[in-house]
């Protein structure tokens, strides 16, 4: 133990030297103490001082059936022992044949073809692009050059996907570099224009998508959305029938529509895909966070075959899209991948989880009565419980107190690893979580939250 303390604190004193964290004050961080995890195991974290913590956010919404999943492992080692990667340019692999195989036939009807990439941002810029290019190659004097995204979106970190995305803290220093999107309402989202309970605010949202579609329809080559739920956005859960009257309206417009199902694949939502709830069928679909079961990078994009063949070009000439990056199909990673679908079936995941989905309903709504809790909203193992100053006045509090920091903080010292999005406690434990793990980790972010915001109004 006293050999592992020694370690930790020399590590410890390297990454406040050299490491760069993403999303992170680097002020605040090379000031505070970090945890350095070491191993992980089932739905548990294990860091350098061999402290446990439930991973109640999947450690950034990847993981899908635990730590060192024997499965996977051993398809991993399997393929290792094959060969680790092999690019796509120019040759072609075993696993990522046989992935989008099984791609395809998972996904919503009509996507037939698959697009490798590396991450979440990586498969909604292939998306991007190849809507773009795809509306160019249909018509040479396209005027099909906008993207339409919607308030609240957020579709990474690549010039691209923050073009289309609308968090303004992630965005707003960046804003010359990008190109502009028309925006339409998410239902619910903070800028929702008629703050009104469903039906009026889907109704609402939907005439204005219409509006804007029917005015500017033959500029915009494609639409993209989060189907169902808006994950970076804090949880932001679209009332039933949305995402549907998307797909028509884009349809009837002669738009494209991408469904970015990055945070909402591989079965987070109660389905394998987001857009199953509602039958939508888009006509490009971006997966990547639980594609791997959150074990390596690897993304892809779906498209139709429709949109395929435009890009062949003709025979006297030739088309091809032009994009694509060097891990391109890792066999690595789809092999993962593959033994990540597998588990699904084998273990009938999906089923399995209605019960802790019913659970965690059960649960979020006690903290209903918490007196700081101004919401909560979730969609199968997907939830976010919003804290307000003031719940009468849905007043949030102020920015500077760092609300829902200091809640993760507190969960963290009782063993329990949440990340908040602003105010928003985001939960997002893997799939395979236990009945009793979902208990203690709902009990910890209750606790939690009961201490902090109780500390609050005694400084007041
Ligand atoms: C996380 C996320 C992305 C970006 O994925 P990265 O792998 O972080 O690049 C894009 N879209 C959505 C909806 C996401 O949740």
């Known amino acids: 133990m006293k050999l592992k303390k020694a370690n930790s604190g020399r590590l410890k004193r390297l990454d406040?030297?050299?490491?760069?964290?993403?999303?992170?004050?680097?002020?605040?961080?090379?000031?505070?103490?970090?945890?350095?995890?070491?191993?992980?195991?089932?739905?548990?974290?294990?860091?350098?001082?061999g402290r446990r913590y439930l991973d109640g956010a999947s450690s950034l919404w990847v993981?899908?059936?635990?730590?060192?999943?024997?499965?996977?492992?051993?398809?991993?080692?399997?393929?290792?022992?094959?060969?680790?990667?092999?690019?796509?340019?120019?040759l072609s692999n075993v696993p990522s044949i046989e992935l989008a195989e099984k791609l395809v036939t998972l996904a919503p009807k009509g996507l037939t073809r698959v697009f490798y990439s590396d991450d979440g941002s990586t498969a909604v810029e292939s998306a991007l692009k190849m809507a773009?290019?795809?509306?160019?190659?249909?018509?040479?004097?396209?005027?099909?050059?906008?993207?339409?995204?919607?308030?609240?979106?957020?579709?990474?970190?690549?010039?691209?996907?923050?073009?289309?995305?609308?968090?303004?803290?992630?965005?707003?220093?960046?804003?010359?570099?990008l190109f502009k999107a028309l925006r339409a309402p998410y239902p619910y989202c903070y800028r929702c224009p008629v703050k009104k309970k469903y039906p009026d605010c889907k109704i609402a949202c939907l005439d204005k998508l219409k509006d804007i579609l029917e005015r500017r329809g033959p500029e915009i080559a494609a639409c993209i959305i989060e189907p169902l739920m808006e994950g970076a956005a804090g949880m932001i859960s679209a009332p039933p029938g949305f995402l549907k009257g998307v797909r028509r309206l884009t349809e009837k417009y002669g738009v494209l529509l991408i469904a970015d199902c990055v945070a909402t694949g591989f079965g987070r939502t109660g389905a394998m895909f987001a857009c199953e709830h509602e039958g939508v069928s888009p006509d490009l679909m971006c997966l990547a966070k639980g594609m791997t079961g959150g074990y390596l990078p690897l993304a892809a994009t779906l498209s139709t075959e429709r949109i395929y063949r435009a890009f062949l070009g003709t025979v006297k000439d030739p088309d091809a899209f032009y994009h694509g990056h060097t891990y391109t199909g890792n066999p690595l990673g789809c092999a993962a991948a593959l033994a990540n679908i597998r588990i699904f079936e084998k273990e009938r995941v999906l089923e399995k989880m209605h019960p802790k989905v019913r659970l965690l309903e059960r649960l979020?709504?006690?903290?209903?009565?918490?007196?700081?809790?101004?919401?909560v909203r979730q969609r199968g193992l997907m939830a976010g419980v919003?804290?307000?100053?003031?719940?009468?006045?849905?007043?949030?509090?102020?920015?500077?107190?760092?609300?829902?920091?200091?809640?993760?903080?507190?969960?963290?010292?009782?063993?329990?690893?949440?990340?908040?999005?602003?105010?928003?406690?985001?939960?997002?434990?893997?799939?395979?979580?236990?009945?009793?793990?979902?208990?203690?980790?709902?009990?910890?972010i209750r606790d939690s939250i009961e201490e902090v915001t109780g500390q609050e109004v005694c400084e007041e």
């Not at 991993?76 to 796509?88: E, G, P, R, V």
């Open 16 to 49: 406040r030297l050299h490491v760069w964290h993403p999303f992170t004050r680097m002020r605040e961080w090379v000031e505070s103490d970090p945890v350095i995890i070491e191993r992980g195991e089932g739905c548990h974290l294990i860091d350098t001082e």
């Open 63 to 90: 993981i899908v059936h635990g730590h060192r999943k024997k499965t996977i492992d051993e398809a991993i080692k399997k393929q290792l022992d094959k060969i680790a990667h092999s690019t796509l340019l120019g």
């Open 132 to 177: 773009f290019h795809y509306s160019k190659a249909r018509d040479k004097n396209t005027r099909k050059e906008k993207f339409l995204a919607f308030t609240g979106a957020y579709h990474g970190d690549t010039l691209g996907g923050m073009s289309v995305g609308e968090i303004d803290v992630f965005v707003e220093r960046y804003r010359p570099l």
């Open 364 to 375: 979020l709504n006690e903290f209903r009565s918490l007196g700081h809790v101004g919401d």
């Open 386 to 444: 919003e804290l307000v100053k003031d719940k009468k006045m849905k007043e949030p509090y102020p920015f500077q107190l760092r609300i829902g920091h200091r809640v993760c903080l507190s969960a963290r010292d009782k063993g329990v690893i949440v990340r908040p999005l602003g105010d928003t406690i985001v939960i997002m434990p893997p799939l395979s979580i236990t009945a009793g793990e979902l208990k203690m980790l709902a009990g910890v």
